[in-house]
T-cell receptor
Framework: DAGVIQSPRHEVTEMGQEVTLRCKPI?????LFWYRQTMMRGLELLIY????????DSGMPEDRFSAKMPNASFSTLKIQPSEPRDSAVYFCASGGQGTGYGYTFGSGTRLTVV | GQSLEQPSEVTAVEGAIVQINCTYQTSGFYGLSWYQQHDGGAPTFLSY????GLEETGRFSSFLSRSDSYGYLLLQELQMKDSASYFC??????????FGQGTTLQVKP
């Protein structure tokens, strides 16, 4: 298994631009999570899906952030417009019934907004 | 809501034993997980405790006391490669996983 795949690994963009982060979860996993990590705020849960349905998006900072999961093998996190304070590492993670709470994280996308 | 507290930093020498504590407050309790994250890497799952007691996996062990809302991760025979951040995390009944702020472990020669 290739694990959770995220793209791009690094993204540098200008303030005001749209940013789209992508995630392919492990096949068979029915949970997908988007986390953001910064030094100041640690690992924050932004949103998570179960069977492609958003369950809890209370961690999404504001309307500039949106996430979709059109099918079991793909999810996107979009920021529009981006701001410098969005600079962080964004992780996608997946898990399933058989994994307990041992979720698998992708390598992350390091986003820098200048 | 859920909140977790763990020390921000711990330092130990190679070959020693170190314990990283975690206390939690949750509206419902479904277990305590531990993750390791090396600098620049992704969090990786180490262990999960649903019941009281000690779970051992090689050099790493995890302990839970539900009555004390407390758990710890025990690392034995420390190696330089164990230098990393360690996070405790609690799941909700819907599968959501909330992480503590993390403990940075520095292993010195």
């Amino acid at each position: 298994d290739a694990g959770v795949i995220q793209s791009p690994r690094h993204e540098v963009t200008e303030m005001g631009q749209e940013v789209t982060l992508r995630c392919k979860p492990i096949s068979g996993h029915d949970y997908l999570f988007w986390y953001r990590q910064t030094m100041m705020r640690g690992l924050e849960l932004l949103i998570y899906f179960n069977n492609n349905v958003p369950i809890d998006d209370s961690g999404m900072p504001e309307d500039r952030f949106s996430a979709k999961m059109p099918n079991a093998s793909f999810s996107t996190l979009k920021i529009q417009p981006s701001e410098p304070r969005d600079s962080a590492v964004y992780f996608c993670a997946s898990g399933g019934q058989g994994t307990g709470y041992g979720y698998t994280f992708g390598s992350g996308t390091r986003l820098t907004v200048v | 809501g859920q909140s977790l507290e763990q020390p921000s930093e711990v330092t130990a020498v190679e070959g020693a034993i170190v314990q990283i504590n975690c206390t939690y407050q949750t509206s419902g309790f479904y277990g305590l997980s531990w993750y390791q994250q090396h600098d620049g890497g992704a969090p990786t799952f180490l262990s999960y405790n649903a019941l009281d007691g000690l779970e051992e996996t090689g050099r790493f062990s995890s302990f839970l006391s539900r009555s004390d809302s407390y758990g710890y991760l025990l690392l034995q025979e420390l190696q330089m490669k164990d230098s990393a951040s360690y996070f405790c995390a609690v799941p909700s009944n819907t599968g959501k996983l909330i992480f503590g702020q993390g403990t940075t472990l520095q292993v010195k020669p």
